[in-house]
């Protein structure tokens, strides 16, 4: 691992990585409870109350709270549920969430594994998790849980393939696909301006793969009640809980660096660790708060218009941003030109999705019928 | 497209442009009304010192649950002149528990002897135990007594 | 090559119970779907759950104590519950209601309209999965109205301020300021929710083209409300059948379409409007003073042997009261005509062939009160 600490500590790579792991691991736990509080916070801002305030001052405390008492709950399971798929569905999707860290560069000299293909491991590994809610769904021998768990699968597996080719979008204009090369090649112009169709649909398949509102049907709380994890309680819940965070936080991560430019973009390389960390956490606050601004505004697709939209509109439009990054290295043509082209692919995606919710003829307004006053009032009107 | 921008539009205004509604109870509290109908209370007389209550067995009556038990006695201090009322409440329980707070007790009252308790005593009455929630003659004046309520409503 | 199904295997339909408990069940409500994947083949409701014998009670409570019931009822929309009962003993006993206790009468239910139509929009919006922001938005409102009913009644919920003849006490005098306040506050809430919903377009997928109701089978099921004018019929008791002064405003009606659960949203929206409306025109025609109860007022409130029965356009449809007195105080018999067990008698024809999710959206769009569907 590249450490930034001291040269004169001199310890075997094995034994940093371990310890960046753990660090990783102990700083994203706080994080994500904290990410609860900020979501609280926020999203009671939106809806005209305040959020947590009695635990700690502005209930910052909160968090601990929920975490003890969700420890010290009582472990239920059903008896007639599936041994190994019900206890080992929560560790499925909770390990391959925080072992996608490994690959995930800070600041420029803080990252614990470089790969040359990191994008393909970090997107492969947060491919796993459908198989933990399969299990769950299966595991938990409860009917919600059971359409919970298939949905989620079909959900997952489906806003995979969006996702992956709006990477490969970025790939074939960055000729790499090491997340770190790809910051480096946003010194001057951030992916966004180059690539707005992708960032489209990035965005989009990202709420999915985290499974936030409004895609969050596996976990829809008004029809199946909590869905997959219906039976989990107690720590395992949390557990499922981190996770949600988790995957929230890496997809942040993957945006921030992807597409805004990370720590790169725009002061450059040499402004020293404390700012650059500071610019990956701004830039990945802009995307939690936009997935709570979200969450708060949008109501929750039903799994067929979810599934049509992945394939029949998403897709499509990823093999056209594909389509046009490919004119333009063949051509050479300059960056603006593919700019604007996929600004256009992203106003038509944005229309189009929208559009088809209206098909066929326009809806009729309602009627109006008047009704008349036919008795005398009692006082006119002064 | 525009649909889901005004919606996110209008969470965005909520959040920064209006504060929040929330009260933060039981540091704060509401105003209530002068009308207000917590639970029914029996007003005590101050210038014959003693409850205005005559035991007449009206309110028992008309309640529309039956959470009365009314039982009258001859007033002592009849008979000595110092008060008009040849009866005078002996025992009085309501049960807080059934009672509606419908207010019908208060109208058919002839003494005006029963009110409506309109502060925040009166709707601050959780127990235990449901037993608890019978109150008896003493608990029923003892707002009255101590001068707090000033029933809204009055027949 | 075509696969052959395993005779072995057998492939049934799933039951799934949306049970009492729910979060999205309105109540104590219990649905036993039978899907097959993710379409509804059956569904088979039960209720009863919050029945308390109620038309048996009302029986040995004379027609003052009988009003606190008829709150308890229809828990949401308690002034037009209150307004049949009272209309259905004015008319066997013959009594004239005066003009300044019928406009109060009026403003107070059509405000009461607007605050049971808007725990509509804000449940509603729940249901559909929004993170109860629309929950939120629309509480607030009830509130302020809430605030006005306990200035004038005194209770926040259970009003009991309808009596048989008129009204029970006089209202405050600062009643028509705070009415105006209060609308101000009601058309902005009512702004926000339909910035929130009704142009987005998640929301509009997930509610047109659901439980579609034709005119005739509206008819047939017996719906009323907004349910029936969402499926096109133009049908609304204070147009048809007007009670008590609403022959004295000009308002519309909407109408819609294709009776599908964005239309019964739509039209409810634009019900509040029309209630705003209307409580403008009572507040200005209301006279400033005069008598709440009759003159020749009877002391024991008796009626003549007969029947009656008196219905009212409440937010969710006709309530009716039918009263049959054989002289006395009491009722002998006192049916409450619920519309929400009507509405929800329709529910298994709207909702076979639709998705799961949308059982739950087509359950909210139908706005039922289930103590008024189990009395």
């Known amino acids: 691992m590249m450490l930034l600490a001291a040269p004169s500590i001199d310890m075997p790579g094995w034994l940093a990585s371990i310890i960046g792991l753990v660090a990783i691991t102990l700083v994203m736990t706080v994080g994500v409870a904290y990410a609860t509080w900020y979501e609280r916070k926020i999203i009671a801002r939106m809806q005209l109350r305040l959020g947590p305030t009695r635990v700690g001052p502005f209930g910052l405390l909160q968090p601990i709270a929920d975490m003890v008492k969700l420890l010290v709950k009582e472990d239920l399971r059903p008896a007639t549920a599936d041994p190994v798929a019900f206890e080992l569905a929560v560790f499925a999707i909770f390990i391959p969430a925080f072992i996608a860290f490994v690959a995930v560069p800070f600041t420029s000299d803080w990252l614990i594994s470089p790969l040359p293909l990191s994008l393909v491991y970090l997107l492969a590994i947060s491919g796993l998790s459908f198989i933990g809610f399969l299990m769950a769904g299966w595991g938990s021998d409860n009917k919600y849980a059971l359409l919970g768990g298939m949905r989620a699968a079909a959900q997952l597996i489906s806003y995979e393939i969006p996702l992956i080719l709006a990477m490969i979008g970025v790939v074939m204009v960055t000729a790499s696909a090491d997340v770190y090369q790809i910051i480096l090649f946003q010194d001057r112009i951030p992916l966004i301006a180059l690539q707005p169709l992708g960032f489209l649909i990035f965005l989009t398949a990202s709420i999915a793969e985290v499974e936030r509102p409004p895609f969050d049907i596996p976990t829809g709380e008004s029809e199946v009640a909590g869905g997959v994890f219906i039976e989990f309680s107690g720590i395992r819940w949390s557990m499922f809980q981190l996770t949600s965070y988790v995957n929230m936080y890496v997809f942040a991560l993957l945006g921030a660096f992807v597409f805004l430019g990370g720590w790169e973009w725009p002061f450059g390389r040499d402004i020293g660790w404390g700012y650059q960390l500071l610019l990956t956490v701004v830039k990945m606050s802009l995307f939690i708060f936009f997935y709570l601004w979200i969450r708060a505004s949008f109501p929750r697709m039903r799994v067929d218009q979810l599934m049509s939209y992945a394939w029949k509109v998403l897709i499509p439009f990823a093999l056209l941003q594909i389509f046009l990054n490919g004119l333009f290295i063949v051509y050479d043509a300059p960056g603006v030109v593919l700019a604007a082209a996929s600004a256009a692919g992203a106003a038509a995606l944005a229309y189009l999705a929208f559009r088809s919710v209206r098909r066929g003829e326009p809806r009729k307004p309602l009627r109006m019928v008047p009704v008349r006053a036919t008795g005398a009032p009692a006082r006119s009107a002064t | ?155 | 090559m075509v696969l052959e199904r395993d005779p072995a295997l057998e492939v049934v339909d799933m039951p799934i119970n949306m049970g009492p408990q729910h979060p999205s069940t309105h109540g104590v409500f219990r649905m036993v779907l039978v899907v097959n994947g993710e379409k509804i083949v059956d569904l088979v409701p039960h209720i009863g759950y919050m029945h308390r014998g109620g038309e048996k009670l009302m029986e040995a409570m004379d027609f003052r104590q009988g009003i606190g019931y008829c709150d308890r009822t229809e828990y949401l929309a308690q002034f037009s519950a209150e307004l049949a009962y009272c209309l259905a003993v004015e008319r066997l006993m013959d009594l004239q209601v005066p003009e300044r206790a019928e406009y109060i009468r009026v403003i107070l239910t059509e405000m009461n309209r607007l605050s049971s139509h808007f725990m509509f929009a804000g449940a509603f919006g729940v249901d559909a999965g929004v993170f109860a922001t629309s929950f939120t938005y629309a509480f607030p409102q009830r509130e302020f109205l809430q605030e006005v009913f306990e200035e004038v009644s005194g209770d926040r919920l259970m009003y009991a301020y309808f009596r048989v003849g008129g009204l029970a006490w006089e209202v405050p005098d600062n009643f028509v300021q705070r009415v105006h306040e209060v609308l101000v506050h009601s058309a902005q809430g009512l702004k926000d929710i339909d910035d929130l919903l009704t142009k987005n377009e998640i929301f509009m997928a997930r509610c047109q083209n659901i439980g579609n109701f034709s005119a005739d089978q509206a008819i047939a099921y017996g719906l009323s409300g907004p349910m029936l004018r969402a499926s096109g019929v133009p049908w609304d008791l204070r147009k048809d059948e007007p009670y008590s002064v609403y022959d004295r405003f000009n308002f519309e009606i909407p109408v819609g379409n294709y009776g599908d659960v964005y239309d019964r949203y739509l039209v409810r929206m634009e019900e509040m409007r029309q209630s705003i409306s209307i409580i403008e025109q009572a507040l200005e025609q209301l006279p400033p003073d005069g008598p709440i109860v009759p003159e020749k007022m009877p002391r024991r409130l008796r009626t003549p042997p007969g029947e009656v029965y008196a219905k009212v356009e409440a937010p969710r449809g006709e309530w009716g009261v039918y009263l049959v007195s054989k002289g006395g105080d009491k009722p002998y018999r006192l049916k409450m005509r619920s519309p929400s067990f009507c509405n929800l008698s329709a529910l298994r024809d709207m909702t076979i062939g639709q998705y799961l999710a949308d059982a739950v959206m087509i359950l909210g769009s139908m706005d039922i009160v289930l103590c008024d569907v189990d009395r």
């Open chain 2, 1 to 155: 497209m525009l649909g889901i921008l005004r919606s996110m539009g209008v969470t965005a205004k909520v959040m920064l442009t209006r504060k929040p509604v929330t009260i933060q109870y039981p540091e704060v509290h509401r105003e209530i009304p002068n009308r207000d109908r917590a639970f029914p209370i029996l007003i005590w007389d101050e210038e014959k010192d003693e409850p205005f209550c005559t035991g007449c067995h009206a309110c028992e009556r008309a309640c529309p649950v039956e959470c009365m038990t009314v039982v009258m006695k001859d007033n002592p201090r009849h008979a000595t002149g110092e008060s008009k009322r040849r009866k005078i409440i002996d025992e009085f329980w309501i049960d807080y528990g059934r009672c509606m707070r419908c207010n019908i007790c208060v109208e058919v009252c002839n003494f005006e002897a029963i009110g409506m308790n309109n502060t925040w005593a009166g709707h601050e009455l959780s127990r235990y135990d449901r037993s608890q929630l019978v109150f008896d003659l003493d608990q029923l004046l003892s707002q009255s007594k101590a001068g707090k309520v000033e029933p809204g409503l009055r027949a």
